[in-house]
């Protein structure tokens, strides 16, 4: 099996060594770009779903995989952010990845332009400047995988990013992991059911690690999620959202696919 995390990290880390750039700078410039502006609250987004609808669903804006190849390299992210608004999504989730996923930057300022939900930036954050780039593009969130940080780097990077007002959601895959990022302080914390070294998923993970979760933590389950039946299963093992991706690109109707999954009742 080909190890993707592998090649993705180490693609990464080459840019981040070859970025000389002051951290105390990037946060002032990004605290003064033009993107940003108050930051939308990622855990008030999934508490007002959870409220309105059966799960705060967290909607996925992404062109390729580097498993599945081509999703929509096309498509418009305004566009695809307005329907996932209108079906009911919480929040959106944006691939700002080139190389791997054909994403960028443009991507997230676009979708979070057209709607009113706050917005991660999904990328592979292995430096603090990583973290002041998604401040200074306008996301309102920074993913942080467990499995690609330090213990330090992991504690440094939630700091940042609470300094620079972003919420992170730390991805973990396994028991070791849950509890690093809880050790760090984690206040989001996301189960991924896809195995980032294979790309394969194991669906039993999610429904495995819930429980372990701490009341207060907002849990999230990730990838693997194609319909209703499967956010049940998760919502009763204590998940609040579920970030959805693949099976939502390619919907034929992303607005219905996305009330579906969130329960929206019409």
Known sequence: MPAYLDTILSAHRAAAAADTRDVEVAIEQAERSDQAGPTRSFVDAITAANARHDMAVISEIKRRSPSKGDLDPDLDPAAVAIEYEAGGAACLSVLTDHRFFGGQPDDLRAARAACSLPVLRKDFTVSALDVCDA?????DAVLLIAAAL??????SFLDLASRCSLTALVEVHDQAELHRALDAGAGVVGVNQRDLRTFEVDHQRALTLGSSIP???????????????????????????????????????RRSAVAELAGVRR
């Open 135 to 139: 401040r200074a593009m306008g996301a």
């Open 215 to 253: 009341t207060g933590v907002v849990a999230v389950a990730e990838s693997g999620i194609e319909d209703a039946r499967d956010v049940a299963r998760l919502a009763a093992a204590g998940y609040q959202a579920v970030l959805v991706g693949e099976s939502l690109v390619r919907s034929a109707d």
């Open 150 to 155: 330090t213990d330090r780097e992991l504690t």
